[in-house]
Nanobody, 125 residues
């Protein structure tokens, strides 16, 4: 059974940092591109970042470029998102996702066919 377990969300002040983690089980993680997307209340889903199976290719939304860093540890079946210099507009539910059909050519991570339950990130001003 495929499971994705996200953690690391929380409530922080603007300018602070959070590190999201997503542990994958029930699949060969290193066969999958993976990434994060987010959704705020009343807004459309937004691809945040993706990474290819080997970690050699990454992509970021313009809104987070230079502040967020995606990484993965295939030996631990874990995906990470380091979020620095957080802004109130980063407030959203963050979801990890994976899909073997993609290679991180774009950040449409919300189209990936395996998704977690989400972790809430709230940034106060």
């Amino acid at each position: 059974q495929v499971q994705l377990m996200e953690s690391g969300g929380g409530v922080v002040q603007a300018g602070e940092s959070l590190r999201l983690s997503c542990i994958f089980s029930g699949l060969s993680f290193d066969d999958y591109a993976a990434g994060w997307f987010r959704q705020a209340p009343g807004k459309e889903r937004e691809g945040v970042s993706c990474i290819n199976w080997s970690g050699t290719r990454t992509a970021y939304a313009d809104s987070v470029k230079g502040r967020f860093t995606i990484s993965r540890d295939n030996s631990e079946n874990t995906l990470y998102l380091q979020m620095d210099s957080l802004k109130p507009e980063d407030t959203a539910m963050y979801y990890c996702a994976a899909d073997p059909r993609y290679y991180c050519g774009g950040i449409q991570v919300y189209e990936y066919n395996i998704r977690g339950q989400g972790t809430q990130v709230t940034v106060s001003s």
